[in-house]
């Protein structure tokens, strides 16, 4: 009864390679999110979706590029990995859109090591 | 932008004693300020939200406070526990819609 579940929980792969990880929410959320937190913890949005569609795109390298195929899946594609790829990436939804406010509620993250 | 700064990056109490933990925002136009906590190796989790109506909320031995005009808000903890002990991280959400994230503050408490 997972709410939010990713895959893989771990990734080590070398540099250069295309790698994908997979989010789905059972909670019937409208809006999905990625995070990167990185070494030092700093958690920092990349992309959101609303119900398919792609509502915020901070600025990251063009080679991550998140793809929603139904409300309740968000996942991300990583190509030509990089060593500062290097973090855990957290999926995360939430019952919105805007102006409501309402609780995310995160994935337990994959760790992702690039050598 | 909203940027938000959040002091301290590290605190360590006594168990049972008091601990704050403090933030700032830039964007006035931010309107929803929740608190999460993470466990080494776990999950960000919500452990207590205010909106810009309010300028106090509080749930058993946590409490946040806003003050609006100032943009900041602080997070309360009262009578803490071993178990407390964990990365906080407060957040800000403005116009954009996006939730913006402080730097997070690791609590220790020590029996």
């Known amino acids: 009864d997972t709410a939010v579940s990713q895959t893989p929980k771990y990734l080590v792969t070398q540099m250069g390679n295309d790698k994908s990880i997979k989010c789905e929410q059972n909670l019937g959320h409208d809006t999905m999110y990625w995070y990167k937190q990185d070494s030092k913890k700093f958690l920092k949005i990349m992309f959101s979706?609303?119900?398919?569609?792609?509502?915020i795109n901070e600025t990251v390298p063009n080679r991550f590029s998140p793809k929603s195929p139904d409300k309740a899946h968000l996942n991300l594609h990583i190509n030509s990995l990089e060593l500062g790829d290097s973090a855990v990436y957290f999926c995360a939804s939430s019952q919105e859109p805007p102006p409501l406010h309402r609780e995310q509620y995160f994935g337990p993250g994959t760790r992702l090591t690039v050598t | 932008g909203e940027n938000v700064e959040q002091h301290p990056s590290t605190l360590s109490v006594q168990e049972g004693d008091s601990a704050v933990i403090k933030c700032t925002y830039s964007?006035?136009?931010?309107?929803?300020f929740p608190w999460y906590k993470q466990e080494l190796g776990k999950r960000p989790q919500l452990i207590i939200d205010i909106r810009s109506n309010v300028g106090e909320k509080k749930d058993q031995r946590i409490a946040v406070t806003l003050n609006k005009t100032a943009k900041h808000f602080s997070l309360h903890i009262t009578e803490t526990q071993p178990e407390d002990s964990a990365v906080y991280f407060c957040?800000?959400?403005?116009?954009?819609?996006?939730?913006?994230f402080g730097t997070g503050t690791q609590l220790k408490v020590e029996l």
């Open positions: 964007d006035s136009a931010s309107n929803y």
């Open positions: 957040a800000a959400k403005g116009g954009g819609n996006k939730l913006t």
């Open positions: 979706y609303n119900n398919k569609e792609l509502i």
